[in-house]
């Protein structure tokens, strides 16, 4: 589980820092398990915590924001965007 996680959080950091504007990115997600029919794990993206250095600027901002939100099919609300130091 702990693989596929930081799995996860690289290719996407890698993703996000190809955007224009972006700049170095950090990335965290918080996911949950599930147990399918056949008792199968899946990994779920329950939330995202992203450090930017772009994040100053409202428009990329909201770019990553609707990435993520395609990406892993979540509400806005569960994506946190923030200035990296």
Avoid: C
């Amino acid at each position: 589980m702990v693989e596929i996680q930081s799995t996860l959080e690289l290719k996407l950091q890698d993703i996000l820092e190809s955007m224009e504007g972006s700049g170095k990115v950090k990335v965290m997600l918080m996911t949950g398990e599930q147990q399918g029919i056949y008792q199968s794990e899946e990994t779920e993206v329950k939330g995202v915590l992203i450090a930017a250095e772009g994040a100053a600027d409202p428009v990329v901002v909201q770019k990553i924001q609707q990435a993520v939100m395609a990406l892993f099919q979540i509400e806005a609300h569960k994506i946190k965007i923030i200035k990296m130091k």
